[in-house]
């Protein structure tokens, strides 16, 4: 059984879920004062841009 090809939706989509999951870090450290819980977030949004820029280059270089 080999594993599934990670295509570019996938990547689009898992960025998507991690920029989500960045704002609601980055509102939570901001409501409770938590820098740390605050920069998480935005690194998690950065992280999550990353992969959807990674999924729209695999469909160009399909």
């Known amino acids: 059984m080999g594993r599934r090809k990670n295509?570019?939706?996938?990547?689009?989509?898992?960025?998507?879920?991690?920029?989500?999951?960045?704002?609601?870090?980055?509102?939570?450290?901001?409501?409770?004062?938590?820098?740390?819980?605050?920069?998480?977030?935005?690194a998690d949004q950065r992280s999550g841009t990353a992969k959807e820029k990674k999924g729209h280059l695999k469909d160009l270089l399909k």
């Open 7 to 42: 295509t570019g939706q996938d990547d689009r989509n898992e960025g998507a879920m991690d920029k989500a999951k960045g704002r609601m870090k980055e509102a939570a450290g901001a409501l409770s004062g938590n820098k740390d819980k605050k920069a998480e977030g935005r």
